[in-house]
């Protein structure tokens, strides 16, 4: 609290004043009291007066005292004061120099003050040349009566107006103002605040551009897209996205998915959409859509978390994924025509080609039950073949002619056959011994194999079937491979009666020729057969195969082959032969050769016919063969030649025991003949 110095006078004036008075009222009662004479009353007086002075200028003494101490702590807070004052003031002038933000100080409509920064932001050179330009020229003229309104306004604090400014240079921009009013020490005045938002506007304008862009880019977009919002409603679906929900979008936006499409919730779809929105994680999805009308569509879902919810991106793949399914029913049906290929080439057994093309029949048709019937040779009648999927079988017995039922009239017409099971006028009694398969739909397609039919495919089914192109187009593809299963088979039949035909045709040759060579040689007549025969029951007893043993069979049949090449009087001269009659002879192996390995047929018969007279040591002819060179086949030949020429007569001698012929082809083992061959033809003889 300030104190006044009329104030301190009064309390001066009452502190010496009141005291002295009461002194003097006293000092006289005592003296009346005391009746003191006049020297002595003087005296008294006097020295009253003396305290009365001390105890007055003890008083004067603490009052200035005190007084002093407080005017000194006075000065000192006033020194206090004036510093934090000074200290305010510069802290406050350096704010405003250093502010980022224009402030100005103006009254009476003018300008007083403004700091560095609004110097800078208006494009002046300093502050003295900003002050001097009229305020109207800072303010483009579409914002001044704004400008107005802020100095006008008797509120302490305006609100933020943006308004647009002039440079120095006339050069527009735009600036943010507020405005506060302020007392100063020479009258009231308005505080100015003002802030460049000329960047902040560019970026506001350029957000808005970008998000029209974006909005633009979003409605011509090919993919559909939506935005849903956290409570599931549509915030913003674009053209494509109306188009892929077959919904109107007024349909759609402001109402929630589950309302748009009712059982939502329970699809894995909603779950997927769910786990975006609770975890704020991106997803994938393929999904099978079903649209309320029951019909459905495949789409490739991105989605994508945003501030507003979720942004789901949608690609209709509904085509790709049908022509991804009819590429793997190709694929199915591609295998399954390998599969009746291989059953075609690796076996010729027609039952077993049939198992197999009616089981990839039903599998890719989809169908329950389907048969092959043939039309036989002999009664031109169609038979059951085979069949899959029948519950009854009594239908296997009957016979269908051409032309009668649906079966004939797939051959007489030569062309696939769609019915319903009931509607055929024309059916056979065939038809009444399938009635307990209960089949509606009946498909019938021709086997044709090289411009004739062989058959008929029957696909039977119990639901109504109504087959497209595609479906139709595979089903003739199979029918084709079924007549080429057909037709190999009833080839091959035809092949293996000719070549057995042929075969027993060939054998009867061989063998009419070894019977022509026993007559031209009447000593060795039977010989031919007793050697062949022999020589087969070595071989099996060795463990030669059947497919071998034919060609022994026919080369022991042949094996004198080569002495047509002989003349008779070398052949039959009844004495012994000369060194040069020897050398012929021992041509005829060559000449067996020769007249042999022509023929294909008989070239595997080689080995006894040429080589028979060679000899385990290599001491034979005609090409001095050793050991296991020696074809088996002549080595088994060998010993069983040499057996039965010595056990049977000759017109020059008789013939030798058996002991001794054993005796002998043992001696020969490992000289003339092969060891292992000698000791198996001697066990299968016996003792």
């Keep these: 609290m300030v104190r006044s ?20 009222v006293l000092v006289d009662l005592v003296i009346e009291f005391l009746g003191l004479d006049e020297q002595l009353n003087a005296f008294f007086t006097v020295v009253v007066d003396a305290i009365f002075v001390l105890i007055t200028a003890g008083l004067l003494y603490v009052f ?17 004061t004036n510093l934090q004052l ?13 502010s980022p933000i224009g402030i100005a100080v103006s009254k009476d409509g003018r300008l007083d003050y403004v700091n560095p920064a609004m110097v800078t932001m208006f494009g002046y050179p300093d502050m003295a040349t900003m002050l001097a330009a009229p305020p109207a020229e800072l303010i483009a003229p579409g914002s001044r009566d704004a400008l107005a309104q802020i100095r ?4 302490p604090l305006t609100p933020r107006l943006e308004l647009t400014a002039l440079r120095r240079d006339k050069t527009p921009f735009e600036i943010e103002v507020n405005a506060k009013q302020v007392d100063l020490a020479d009258g009231p005045s308005v505080m100015i605040f003002v802030s460049d938002i000329s960047d902040r506007k560019l970026a506001e304008s350029t957000l808005r551009a970008s998000e029209e862009r974006l909005q633009s880019t979003m409605d011509s977009m090919l993919e559909g897209g939506q935005i849903i ?54 997803g994938r999805l393929e ?29 209709d793949i509904t085509e790709r994924k049908r022509a991804a399914d009819q590429i793997e029913r190709q694929l199915q049906r591609l295998a399954a025509l390998r599969a009746i290929d291989q059953a075609i080439t690796g076996s010729l057994d027609v039952g077993l080609t049939l198992a197999v093309f009616l089981e990839q029949v039903t599998r890719q048709l989809r169908v329950d039950a389907a048969d092959v019937m043939l039309v036989s040779r002999t009664d031109q009648a169609l038979h059951y ?26 051959v007489l017409e030569r062309k696939v056959i769609v019915t319903h099971w009931r509607d055929e006028q024309r059916a056979s009694k065939r038809t009444g011994l399938l009635d307990n398969d209960r089949f509606v739909s009946y498909v019938g397609a021709p086997l044709v194999a090289k411009g004739y039919v062989l058959g008929v495919l029957e696909i ?40 057995t035909d042929l075969g027993l045709a060939y054998d009867a040759t061989i063998e009419g020729w070894s019977r022509a060579l026993d007559l031209r040689d009447k000593e060795t007549e039977g010989h031919t057969q007793r050697v062949t025969e022999l020589t087969e029951q070595l071989a099996l007893s060795m463990g030669m195969g059947p497919e071998k043993l034919v060609h022994v069979r026919r080369g022991a049949l042949l094996h004198d082959i080569g002495k047509m090449g002989i003349p008779d009087s070398i052949l039959l001269k009844p004495g012994p032969l000369t060194d040069d009659e020897w050398v012929m002879m021992r041509r005829h192996p060559q000449f067996a050769y020769e007249m042999l390995e022509p023929i294909a047929y008989l070239r595997p018969a080689l080995d006894i016919p040429y080589c028979h007279h060679e000899k385990w040591d290599g001491s034979g002819y005609p090409r001095g063969l050793k050991g296991e060179l020696i074809p088996a086949a002549a080595r088994m030949f060998a010993v069983v030649d040499v057996w039965d020429a010595l056990t049977s007569d000759r017109p020059y001698r008789r013939a030798w025991p058996a002991d001794k012929v054993r005796e002998h082809i043992r001696d020969g083992s490992g000289t003339h003949f092969d060891p292992a061959v000698v000791q198996a033809f001697l066990e299968m003889q016996g003792p």
């Design 86 to 98: 000074s200290d305010r003031e510069t802290r406050l002038r350096l704010l405003f120099q250093q």
């Design 460 to 499: 039977f089914h119990r639901s109504l079937l109504q087959p497209d192109p595609e479906w139709l187009s595979f089903l003739e593809a199979l029918a084709g491979q079924a007549a080429i299963a057909v037709d190999n088979a009833q080839l091959f039949d035809g092949l293996q009666r000719s070549n």
């Design 64 to 80: 200035l005292r005190r007084e002093l101490a407080r005017l000194h702590q006075a000065q000192d807070s006033l020194a206090a």
């Design 229 to 282: 919002g956290f409570d599931w409603r549509y915030l913003y679906v674009n053209d494509a996205l109306v188009a892929q929900g077959r919904q109107p979008r007024q349909a759609l936006i402001g109402r929630t998915l589950m309302e748009a499409y009712p059982g939502i919730e329970s699809t894995e779809l909603f779950a997927t959409l769910q786990r975006c929105m609770t975890l704020r994680q991106p």
């Design 385 to 410: 073949a085979a069949g899959r999927g029948f519950q009854s079988v009594g239908f296997q017995q009957a016979a269908v002619r051409v032309g009668e039922g649906r079966a004939g009239r797939v």
């Design 152 to 155: 006008l306004s008797t509120q």
């Design 287 to 315: 999904n099978n859509f079903s649209f309320p009308d029951g019909s459905t569509g495949w789409f490739d879902l991105s989605i994508q978390p945003i501030k507003e919810g979720l942004f789901v991106l949608s690609h």
């Design 5 to 24: 110095p009329a104030s301190d006078a009064r309390r001066l004036t009452l502190t010496y004043a009141l005291p002295a008075l009461l002194w003097v």
